[in-house]
């Protein structure tokens, strides 16, 4: 079965300064992985998504992660974070069909000022 | 292009009563999953629906249950509630497979 692991549960990070949030997979055959941002009161936002081909994809806000097959895992990263991306990032995998979305236990990014 | 709404976003019940909760996914969108985010469980899927049918189903009891009508909104009801159904319950739509839900602000629920 399918599974996530998010490795930090916080993060905290100063403004500016370059951020990595860890996601690790498990799943016996092929995966779609997502990452969504969860803003204070609200619902789940699509981040960015792997399907196929390149394995670095990207966001339209500054964000990126890579898919790394070996390693299982699909760390996302920014090189330089602001207030305004205090929120709270799930990790998600789907095995490709049919199936549902694992989500990770979440990691709370916190910016610091 | 309105976005998936939820309805309603908070809700108070009492043990023991029952809930529906609504979904409107984005027009267009067929497939209809429900998740429960809790701070200790994190994000557990409920069930998904596709053009009126059960696609999948999580591991949940039988006192949560769903339905998606013929215009692919959804509904989802909560049976004999119990203080640990007390959960932010989200929706999310999809045109078709994992290409990206999109989710609804969610129903927050408090049983007491």
């Known amino acids: 079965a399918q599974s996530v692991t998010q490795l930090d549960s916080q993060v905290p990070v100063f403004e500016e300064a370059p951020v990595e949030l860890r996601c690790n997979y498990s799943s016996s055959v092929s995966v779609y992985l997502f990452w969504y941002v969860q803003y204070p009161n609200q619902g789940l936002q699509l981040l960015l998504k792997?399907?196929?081909?390149?394995?670095l994809v990207e966001s339209i806000n500054g964000f990126e992660a890579e898919f790394n097959k070996s390693q299982t895992s699909f760390h996302l990263r920014k090189p330089s974070v602001h207030i305004s991306d205090t929120a709270e990032y799930f990790c998600a995998v789907s095995e490709r069909g049919n199936t549902p979305l694992v989500f990770g236990k979440g990691t709370r990014l916190s910016v610091i000022a | 292009k309105a976005g998936v709404t939820q309805t309603p976003r908070y809700l108070i019940k009492t043990r023991g009563q029952q809930v529906t909760l609504s979904c409107s996914p984005i027009?267009?969108?067929?497939?209809v999953s429900w998740y429960q985010q809790t701070p200790g469980q994190g994000l557990q899927f409920l069930f998904e629906y596709f053009s009126e049918t059960q696609r999948n189903k999580g591991n949940f009891p039988g006192r949560f249950s769903g339905r998606q009508f013929s215009n692919s909104r959804s509904e989802m009801n909560v049976s004999t509630l119990e203080l640990g159904d007390s959960a932010l319950y989200l929706c999310a739509s999809s045109a078709g497979g994992p290409y990206g839900y999109t989710f609804g602000s969610g129903t927050r629920l408090t049983v007491v």
């Open positions: 792997y399907l196929s081909g390149s394995t």
């Open positions: 027009s267009g969108h067929r497939s």
